[in-house]
T-cell receptor, first 116, second 109 residues
């Protein structure tokens, strides 16, 4: 079974530039999460999708971050414009269970963003 | 107070030692997860448990619901066990996972 795919693995940009990350979850997984992990900290939820609908985006900085999952499969996370404090690893995870928080999580390798 | 706390923050052990990492939480939960993150790598789910004890190879995870505490044990530790171990919980309302800060483990040969 193929795992959660993410790209790019690494990205370096200057502040005020834009960046986009892509995630393809495990086939059939209805729930998709985007997390931000700053060095030395645990992952912090940015947004959760159930199929193509947003379940929770309360911690997404909507003035600069946006995410979509148009067909309920793959998803993109965009940052525009980027700030220095956005330097982090962006993790995508999926879960086969519809009830949030009750299923096993499967993570991608992450996309490491460095903002200069 | 953070909803999920872990101890110790950092742990260095000699190969072969028995290792314990602790997790305590302050909310009612529906499930607790132990995750492993290698440097530069993604996160792998080790265990998902809501009661009792689970064992997989040299890894054992226990949970005490009444005390709101879980432990991850590694027997006969090996340098390849060096990683960050993260505890995550979801609360009784089935809301999203809350992650602990992680425990950085280094096992020396």
């Amino acid at each position: 079974e193929a795992g959660v795919a993410q790209s790019p693995r690494y990205k370096i940009i200057e502040k005020r530039q834009s960046v986009a990350f892509w995630c393809n979850p495990i086939s059939g997984h209805a729930t998709l999460y985007w997390y931000q992990q700053i060095l030395g900290q645990g992952p912090k939820l940015l947004i959760q999708f159930q199929n193509n609908g947003v379940v929770d985006d309360s911690q997404l900085p909507k003035d600069r971050f946006s995410a979509e999952r148009l067909k309920g499969v793959d998803s993109t996370l965009k940052i525009q414009p980027a700030k220095l404090e956005d330097s982090a690893v962006y993790l995508c995870a999926s879960s086969p269970i519809r009830v949030p928080g009750t299923g096993e999580l499967f993570f991608g390798e992450g996309s490491r963003l460095t903002v200069l | 107070k953070n909803e999920v706390e872990q101890s110790p923050q950092n742990l260095t052990a000699q190969e072969g030692e028995f290792i314990t990492i602790n997790c305590s939480y302050s909310v009612g939960i529906s499930a607790l997860h132990w995750l492993q993150q290698h440097p530069g790598g993604g996160i792998v789910s080790l265990f998902m448990l809501s009661s009792g004890k689970k064992k997989h190879g040299r890894l054992i995870a226990t949970i005490n619901i009444q005390e709101k505490h879980s432990s991850l044990h590694i027997t006969a530790s090996h340098p390849r066990d060096s990683a960050v171990y993260i505890c995550a919980v979801s609360n009784n309302y089935g809301q999203n996972f809350v992650f602990g800060p992680g425990t950085r483990l280094s096992v020396l040969p």
